[in-house]
């Protein structure tokens, strides 16, 4: 079994793949758009307050798997009729040494990207440090120290 986080980028999901392939090295391995599917059924007509669905672009992505290392990233672009908000959440990024670490959290920072706690040696790593992406999303970057 797998967890894999699937994230809502409210219309920004395709400048965020190619920002993750660009720092990241990612890889998409699958993308729908919205005009790829069937039409929405009738009872997919309406929105969450029972008000008409708002009208999607159908260039948007409705699903698309990125692979950052060994890991699948699902993305979207969700319904687009909501500013983006990333609340309870990090993704984490386990660095192999802390120059992998330190170019991944200065990649992750970059263009508008908002660290928040330096990339520094920890109890449990050697290196570790929390930072937004341009698109707020919060990632952990570390490179764990050798235990016991």
Known sequence: MNINPYVFYQGRAEEAIEFYKAKLGAKQTMLMRFKDGPPPSEDQQCGPDGG????????????????????????????CDQPTKFEGFSLALYAKDD????????????????????LTQTFFATSFGMTQDKFGVTWMVLCLAKMG
């Open 52 to 79: 008409p669905a708002p009208k999607i672009d159908p260039e948007k992505i409705m699903h698309a798997e990125i692979t950052i290392g060994e890991s699948t990233v699902l993305i979207s672009d969700g319904r």
């Open 99 to 118: 120059d992998e670490a330190k170019k991944l959290f200065d990649a992750i920072s970059s263009e508008g990207g908002t660290p928040f706690m330096p």
